[in-house]
């Protein structure tokens, strides 16, 4: 693997402020992610891990810190650079999948190039690859509803992988998944974004998911506590 840093987080942390409580969620963390790296945040529910992953992906604002991306301080970016942000450098992957319920398979993976600006029918060829890729070949006409959540996760992995993110956030990819469901879900995303040379950030509190990690942060209150190599 290449050492070339894509992500680096530096000092970030977040307080809410729910009128006049103040609600500490991160406490200032620290790390790097190298080019291609599968990296799996694991902690407890309430650790901080979607308040993490929102800043990573330029959701919400830090209130100290700063995450750079290929470089570039992304906590200081207008609203303009961040539309390109999300559309071009990141692929989110949701626990609920976030489907639009009235649009196919492949319509739904077509969607984010289309607002690109990519032409139909490139959009259509790369939409049915990446399907193909996640093993749904045989569903792309389907709607939502008429998949089971693990087609649906693998349809949502498509789709964040469709305007070749240099990034992939995931959280709690696997959350509404049986375990053996979830486990082919992982292989799926990881087997991906290897293919197609994207950077993952995973974060979850299921155990299982850092078999697949080449590389485990463990959160607990807001900080990071330990860094480990994967299997
Ligand atoms: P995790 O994803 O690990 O379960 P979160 O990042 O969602 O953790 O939450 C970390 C802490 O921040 C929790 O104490 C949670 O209650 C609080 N929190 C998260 N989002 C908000 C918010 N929008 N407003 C206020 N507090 C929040
Ligand atoms: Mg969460």
Redesign the pocket.
């Known amino acids: 693997m290449s050492k070339e840093t894509v992500i680096q987080v530096e000092e970030l942390a977040k307080t809410y402020q729910l009128g006049k409580v103040s609600i500490p969620a991160l406490h200032g963390v620290s790390f790097t992610v190298a080019k291609g790296e599968f990296l799996v945040v694991i902690g407890p ?1 309430g650790s901080g ?2 308040t993490l992953l929102n800043l990573l992906g330029a959701i919400d604002k830090p209130t100290s810190g700063r995450v750079l991306i290929d470089g570039r301080d992304i906590t200081t970016l207008d609203e303009g650079e961040l539309t390109k942000l999300r559309r071009h450098k990141i692929g989110f992957i949701f626990q609920f999948y976030n489907l639009l319920p009235s649009l196919t398979a492949v319509e739904n993976v077509e969607l984010p190039m289309l607002t690109a600006g990519v032409s139909r029918k490139e959009a259509a060829e790369r939409a049915l690859q990446l399907l193909s890729a996640v093993g749904l070949a045989e569903r792309v006409g389907h709607l939502p509803d008429e998949l089971s959540g693990g087609e649906q996760q693998r349809v949502a992995i498509a789709r964040a992988l469709v305007n070749k993110p240099s990034v992939i956030l995931a ?2 990819p696997t959350g509404d998944l049986d375990t053996k469901t979830g486990m082919e879900v992982v292989q799926i995303l990881y087997d991906t974004a290897k293919k197609e040379k994207a950077t993952a950030i995973v ?1 979850t509190h299921d155990a299982m998911i850092t078999e697949k990690a080449d590389r485990i942060l463990n959160m607990r209150d807001g900080n990071i506590i330990g860094a480990e190599a994967g299997s």
């Open positions: 529910s891990k979607t959280d709690e974060v």
